[in-house]
C-alpha cells in the first residue's frame, strides 16, 4: 500500500479544512487507516482511525470533537475532516494504514505499517 497526504495549507484559526490521503494497492479496502500528526519540536501523535469498512472510528480524546475521519473505498480515499483550528492544531499530518492481517484500530504509531509523506497544516492566530 502506498499512500500520498494532500490538502495541507495555511489556514487562520477558526477555519475548517480536509485533508485527504489517497491509496493504492488492491487490499487498501480492508486496511484500517489512520491520522497521525507531527508538530515542531514534538512527538507525533495520533489523531484518528477508520476501519476498513469505515463503520468503525476512533479519535484523540482532545480531537473527537473538532475533527472526523471518513473513507471512500471506491476511490481508495481517506479523509480528515478538520474543524475549528486552532493554532496548536499546526502539524505536519500524516496518513498511515496497517495491514491487511489487522482489522482492530488503533492509536499506536508502530502498529501501522504503511506511511504517507505527511501534509503541513498551519494555523494562523
Known amino acids: 500500500v502506498q499512500l500520498q497526504a494532500s490538502g495541507g495549507g495555511l489556514v487562520q484559526a477558526g477555519d475548517s479544512l480536509s485533508l485527504s490521503c489517497a491509496a493504492s494497492?488492491?487490499?487498501?479496502?480492508?486496511?484500517?487507516a489512520g491520522w497521525f500528526r507531527r508538530a515542531s519540536g514534538k512527538e507525533r501523535e495520533f489523531v484518528a482511525g477508520?476501519?476498513?469498512?469505515?463503520?468503525?472510528?476512533v479519535y484523540a480524546d482532545s480531537l473527537k470533537d473538532r475533527f472526523t475521519i471518513s473513507r471512500d473505498n471506491t476511490k481508495n480515499m481517506v479523509y480528515l475532516r478538520m474543524n475549528s483550528l486552532k493554532p496548536e492544531d499546526t502539524a505536519i499530518y500524516y496518513c498511515?494504514?496497517?495491514?491487511?492481517?489487522?482489522?482492530?484500530?488503533?492509536?499506536?504509531?508502530?502498529?501501522?505499517?504503511?506511511w504517507g509523506q505527511g501534509t503541513q497544516v498551519t494555523v494562523s492566530s
Open positions: 494497492g488492491r487490499t487498501f479496502v480492508n486496511t484500517v
Open positions: 498511515a494504514a496497517r495491514t491487511v492481517f489487522f482489522s482492530a484500530l488503533t492509536a499506536k504509531e508502530n502498529e501501522y505499517a504503511y
Open positions: 477508520i476501519s476498513g469498512d469505515g463503520r468503525r472510528t
